[in-house]
Nanobody, 122 residues
């Protein structure tokens, strides 16, 4: 059974930093495409960053140069380091995994999701 559990969200002032974590279990973590998405009320989940199983990363233009996604394979943990946070980064952040081949950008093409962790920038 695939499980993804996010943590690390919170409230932070603009310009600050947070690091989100996603503890994964129930599948082959090291070779799967994973992503971070965020959602704000009334909007669809949007891709923040994704990482193919063997390391290639993709970032949304809005976060390039500020966010970094990493994967700790021996612990099955995915991270999202968020620096220079802006008001527009506020939202619920979700970790996701795609269990089939490919590494898409639409949330609906991922296979499983965590429950999310809230990030509020003021």
């Amino acid at each position: 059974q695939v499980q993804l559990v996010e943590s690390g969200g919170g409230s932070v002032q603009a310009g600050g930093s947070l690091r989100l974590s996603c503890q994964a279990s129930g599948y082959t973590f090291r070779s799967s495409c994973m992503g971070w998405f965020r959602q704000t009320p009334g909007k669809e989940r949007e891709l923040v960053a994704s990482m193919e199983g063997y390391g290639r990363e993709l970032y949304a233009n809005a976060v390039k140069g500020r966010f970094t996604m990493t994967r700790e394979k021996d612990k099955n943990v995915l991270y999202l380091q968020m620096n220079s946070l802006k008001l527009g980064d506020t939202g619920m952040y979700y970790c996701a995994v795609r269990l089939n081949s490919g590494c898409p950008i639409r949330w609906s093409d991922f296979s499983a999701w965590g429950r999310g962790t809230q990030v509020t920038v003021s």
